[in-house]
């Protein structure tokens, strides 16, 4: 089992910048990913990585604008927000797959906590 604790939520003005971190422990880690949940909509699957060879892949809603990264040493991901709207507003989590499609959300079964980011107009 995989345990994710993200940091780095927060408040900004539109435009502005914010980066999350997930910490990761455990064994079995394929690929991992954010997703984010705004109030009445679904979980979506916004960024994800392939663990080994870094290969990632972007929503069209936030390409362009967020990068998808991560520390192996340190077994973290990060995600780097840029230009943010307040349509980016959500809770966002950050989730691993032990196998599968990367840039899918059915692989993903572990999950962090989440963390509010919260973008003002």
């Known amino acids: 089992q995989v345990q994710l604790v993200e940091s780095g939520g927060g408040l900004v003005q539109a435009g502005g910048s914010l980066r999350l971190s997930c910490a990761a422990s455990g064994r079995g880690i394929y690929h991992m990913g954010w997703f984010r949940q705004a109030p009445g909509k679904e979980r979506e699957l916004i960024a994800a990585?392939?663990?080994?060879?870094?290969?990632?892949y972007y929503a069209a809603s936030v390409k362009g604008r967020f990068t998808i990264s991560r520390d192996v040493v340190k077994n973290t991901l990060y995600l780097q927000m840029a230009s943010l709207k307040p349509e980016d507003t959500a809770v966002y989590y950050c989730a691993a797959a032990q196998g599968g499609d990367y840039s899918r959300a059915a692989p993903y079964g572990d999950w962090g906590q989440g963390t509010q980011v919260t973008v003002s107009s």
């Open positions: 990585i392939d663990w080994s060879i870094s290969r990632t």
